[in-house]
């Protein structure tokens, strides 16, 4: 015999799959394939221009661009102790917890509780109840909800990466750095040595005779701004072991020998096609951010579908608290389709916020692929450039060098004046100093074009 409360139950699920037939249905843009399609086009654009750079030795990631045991030492250091990136890692974890923690939604929920409860003129009471809840994830919107967290985490681990590419990246410069500042220390050392030694013998000629106070005071004059010079120099060198510092979470002195010479930086386009912007973990990150956000504009349109819940319930109620707890409790079960009909819009106002966050994700997507076409397209340049200006400039010193040797040879038989041979002397330092920092850029812009690539270091 089929009871009144059996008509009803058939009553509720019609009218549920009715409602469910008249939900709006979702019609979205497809952020992520067409994020992916930019990309392609860019490859497909780029790649062939990129590959015309001249060929040098390959680099799979950005420590492999030097290999000096010195410079490894101090990445480690700095992947190890550098606060800001520990503060990115501990965030990451925490993100981690927020997905463990979305996992348990779509499993079932189990609380016990227990109680007394006492009335004037009446014994105390003990109740005893376990209660096991349960929501049926019929249209999937807690498994999309639980994918959405875990793009986020993945999106997150993919800017932890950048954080240490571009750790790593700042320790090789500032690395750099200090080798072209000590340099710049040493070239102008060996300037005002000669200025001083001119200076002597402007001063012993005029004494002599054979000068005049207007090449004294230049003299002077000379010797003094290279000492100004060289405090300067003196200092942006100490500044730049403090910021090297600064990337080892350092307060202590960094303990290292400053190097002779520039080491040599590898970099190739050879590999290309596994060295191209499908690296770089902004891309990664933007791209799961679009995944995410579309996840979740699923799971907004699917609040405002039914969901169905299961619960159960264990109670006894005695004069006892061992009663209450190992009595024979009373069970119920309860079963519950639930319909939002009407919440202000609120639900409807949620899925289309969510469809706006979406595609202002894949508006960042553009943007942070915009940003590293450019990058790329930049340090290319500067290679290409600096390369060039290296060439001429060394051409230049080797002919400034040869020009010196022979105003030197001329100067002591007598046929030019002191005044040209510090001219050419000057020339001579000034090119010296020119060239070593063109060779500072060029190395530093490998870094930057290595990172720009998406060369990266490795995954711990």
């Known amino acids: 015999m089929i009871t009144r409360s059996c008509f009803n139950t058939i009553g509720l699920l019609c009218l549920s799959m009715a409602l469910i037939a008249c939900s709006p249905t979702q019609t979205r843009e497809d952020f992520a394939s067409m994020a992916q399609s930019d990309l392609d086009a860019v490859s497909e654009s780029k790649v062939t221009h990129w590959q015309t750079m001249d060929q040098i030795a390959p680099a799979s990631y950005l420590t492999d661009l030097i290999n000096d045991p010195q410079l490894e030492g101090l990445i480690q250091q700095a992947l190890q102790a550098n606060p800001s990136l520990q503060k990115t890692q501990l965030t990451l974890q925490a993100s981690l917890w927020s997905l463990k923690s979305q996992q348990g939604d779509s499993l079932p929920s189990i609380e016990a509780g227990f109680s007394s409860n006492k009335s004037e003129g009446e014994s105390t009471s003990y109740k005893a109840d376990l209660s096991i809840s349960w929501e049926a994830d019929l249209w999937q919107k807690l498994a999309q909800a639980e994918q959405a967290t875990a793009k986020t985490l993945a999106s997150d681990e993919a800017l932890f990466q950048a954080s240490r590419d571009t750790l790593v990246a700042n320790v090789i410069k500032s690395w750099l750095a200090i080798t072209a500042k000590q340099h710049a220390i040493t070239i102008e050392e060996k300037r005002l040595a000669l200025l001083e030694a001119n200076e002597k013998l402007i001063l012993k000629r005029f004494r002599n005779g054979l000068g005049d106070l207007e090449a004294l005071d230049e003299s002077r004059t000379s010797a003094s701004q290279s000492k100004a010079d060289l405090v300067e120099y003196q200092e942006n060198l100490a500044i730049e072991i403090r910021n090297l510092q600064l990337y080892l979470g350092r307060t202590a002195p960094v303990d290292f020998v400053i190097n002779s010479d520039y080491p040599e930086v590898n970099l190739t386009?050879?590999?290309?096609?596994?060295?191209?912007?499908?690296?770089?973990?902004?891309?990664?990150?933007?791209?799961?951010?679009?995944?995410?956000?579309?996840?979740?504009?699923?799971?907004?349109?699917?609040?405002?579908?039914?969901?169905?819940?299961?619960?159960?319930?264990?109670?006894?109620?005695?004069?006892?608290?061992?009663?209450?707890?190992?009595?024979?409790?009373?069970?119920?079960?309860?079963?519950q389709i639930t319909q939002p009909l009407y919440q202000g819009g609120q639900l409807k106002a949620a899925a289309e916020i969510a469809k706006l966050e979406t595609a202002q994700a894949y508006q960042e997507y553009r943007d942070t692929l915009l940003t590293a076409v450019n990058e790329v397209e930049n340090t290319l340049g500067q290679e290409r450039v600096l390369s060039q200006q290296v060439r001429h400039i060394q051409d230049a010193l080797a002919s400034s060098q040869k020009n010196l040797n022979q105003y030197e040879k001329k100067y002591r038989t007598g046929l030019v004046e002191l005044n040209d041979l510090i001219n050419v002397q000057e020339t001579t330092f000034d090119l010296e100093a020119q060239l070593d920092n063109l060779i500072y850029q060029h190395l530093s812009n490998r870094v930057d074009l290595g990172l720009a690539l998406g060369l990266g270091v490795k995954s711990e």
């Open 269 to 335: 386009l050879s590999d290309f096609p596994n060295q191209n912007l499908q690296r770089r973990p902004d891309l990664k990150s933007a791209y799961l951010a679009i995944e995410a956000a579309d996840l979740n504009t699923s799971v907004a349109y699917k609040d405002m579908l039914p969901s169905i819940s299961l619960s159960a319930t264990l109670s006894e109620t005695a004069a006892s608290p061992r009663a209450a707890l190992f009595g024979s409790p009373i069970w119920s079960l309860l079963g």
